[in-house]
């Protein structure tokens, strides 16, 4: 089994600032990556993947991620939050595409 | 609208009593999976289905049964609940099993076993 860690549970960043979510992963093998955003009460939604190629990713609402093969990470960055980014983020790892690993989460409070 | 759809959404049973949580799709997706969210664990996968009559197991299958006889249909069954099973519970579908497309979720049934 894939393990997927973040080891930020908790960040909060003051509104207009940079932010990096933290995400590392367990596997000899190639792999596929995944950010997803859950805002209060709803369910998932994709930010953006990683399947091969460019190792710099750019999602929706200006996310972008970084693959770092060497150092088993899958960073996720924004050059400038929002409020409205306020919200719970998860890292997630595949191999098959059938089978995914998510790690516990990131909860993301913008700061006015 | 393409959605997942998921009922009920809220669920209090008591241990031992049989329940479904049904999942449907109406985007035509071949695979579809359950997950269970819980606090400090994230989301962790139960069961997954590549199409019609195709399952197989995840991560945290035990306590859990699904069936997959129609393409559009994934419904999640505990037989004997048990309090461990508290937790938030999610059904997504994509289109097919590869990793490129994208899975959408639906809204989740939170249960509660007593």
């Known amino acids: 089994a894939q393990s997927v860690t973040q080891l930020d549970s908790q960040v909060p960043v003051f509104e207009e600032a940079p932010v990096e979510l933290r995400c590392n992963y367990s596997?000899?093998?190639?792999?596929?990556l995944f950010w997803y955003v859950q805002y209060p009460n709803q369910g998932l939604q994709l930010l953006l993947k990683?399947?091969?190629?460019?190792?710099l990713v750019k999602g929706i609402n200006g996310f972008e991620a970084e693959f770092n093969k060497s150092q088993t990470s899958f960073h996720l960055r924004k050059p400038s939050v929002h409020i409205s980014d306020t919200a719970e983020y998860f890292c997630a790892v595949s191999v098959t595409g059938n089978q995914f690993y998510f790690g516990t989460g990131t909860s993301l409070t913008v700061i006015p | 609208e393409a959605q997942v759809t998921q009922n009920p959404r809220y669920l209090i049973t008591v241990t031992g009593k049989k329940l479904t949580v049904t999942c449907s799709q109406n985007?035509?997706?071949?695979?579809m999976s359950w997950y269970r969210q819980d606090p400090g664990l994230g989301l962790r996968q139960i069961y997954y289905?590549?199409?019609?009559?195709?399952?197989d197991k995840g991560d945290v299958p035990e306590g859990y049964k699904v069936s997959r006889k129609e393409k559009r249909n994934f419904p999640l069954i505990l037989e004997s609940p048990s309090p461990n099973q508290t937790s938030l519970y999610f059904c997504?579908?994509?289109?097919?099993?590869?990793?490129?497309?994208?899975?959408?979720f639906g809204p989740g049934t939170r249960l509660t076993v007593t």
């Open positions: 985007m035509n997706h071949e695979y």
């Open positions: 289905s590549m199409n019609v009559e195709v399952t």
């Open positions: 990683y399947l091969s190629g460019s190792t």
């Open positions: 997504a579908s994509s289109l097919t099993w590869a990793p490129s497309y994208e899975q959408y």
């Open positions: 596997s000899s093998v190639s792999v596929y």
